[in-house]
């Protein structure tokens, strides 16, 4: 199952590399995150909230057919709205 951080990553184009380094921590750091191997701390959401713009919650849920619908309805309209400006 798919976590909020890699459907986040996926349909912006955010590369693991470069995130790990705005964090200041190693790739495997990350895929350890992205296959459950280890939670996500409290402080790197915190981050990651921040560099994403994105609730801390969803960043770390378990993310099924629903969320992924939602998900790409906002970043559908996110998109629509900056082509606008």
Known sequence: MTIGLELICKYRDVEYKKLAEQLGISSPTIMGWLSKKRPIPKSRLEQLSE???EDEAFIAKDINTGDKILFLELEA?????????
């Open 77 to 85: 309209n996110r998109l629509r709205k900056s082509m606008e400006d």
């Open 51 to 53: 560099i994403l713009n």
